[in-house]
């Protein structure tokens, strides 16, 4: 729950140089895996959101699914990509601290897991929208708002 990436003021969030760290590695994550295309995403004071595009092909492979209709997602998993860019903001985080003075953190940054949710039409899409871009106006309803943080 620590505010590691900014400060939300105004309705709006301001990064700090760790929150610019963070955006640095989300804007590379591209570059890593060539299939990835970023979407809408908000940094906030203690979390992310993002809508990642997954421009893999998706083909049948008979090995793995005896029905070809079914097909197979070839593109980068998911997890791959969300393990990748945790590892490398907390590797630079760990450095900010031991060389910029930054927060240090116990134990670990990143909660374990992640939220993942398929975005089906356009309705969904444009509520989803809504939400990340609507995050710091929002921020004071927000599950990961901390009162005693601000």
């Not at 809408?40 to 092909?57: D, E, K, L, R, T």
């Not at 134990?107 to 975005?119: G, L, P």
């Given at each position: 729950m620590e505010h590691f990436f900014g400060h939300i003021e105004n309705e709006e969030m301001i990064l700090n140089d760790a929150g610019k760290m963070i955006d640095k590695w989300w804007q590379k994550v591209p570059d890593k895996f060539k299939d990835i295309e970023l979407d809408?995403?908000?940094?906030?004071?203690?979390?992310?959101?993002?809508?990642?595009?997954?421009?893999?092909?998706v083909r049948a492979v008979p090995s793995v699914r005896p029905n070809p209709i079914l097909g197979e997602h070839m593109g980068s998993p998911l997890h791959s990509v969300v393990q990748w860019f945790k590892t490398m903001t907390t590797n630079e985080y760990i450095r900010g601290v031991k060389t910029l003075g930054w927060q240090p953190f116990d134990?670990?940054?990143?909660?374990?897991?992640?939220?993942?949710?398929?975005?089906r039409n356009q309705q969904s899409y444009e509520n989803i929208v809504n939400y990340i871009i609507n995050n710091p106006r929002n921020w004071q309803s927000d599950r990961f708002f901390d009162n005693s943080r601000g």
């Open positions: 809408v995403y908000q940094i906030m004071p203690n979390h992310f959101h993002a809508i990642v595009i997954n421009n893999g092909s134990k670990k940054m990143w909660h374990r897991n992640y939220y993942e949710h398929i975005i």
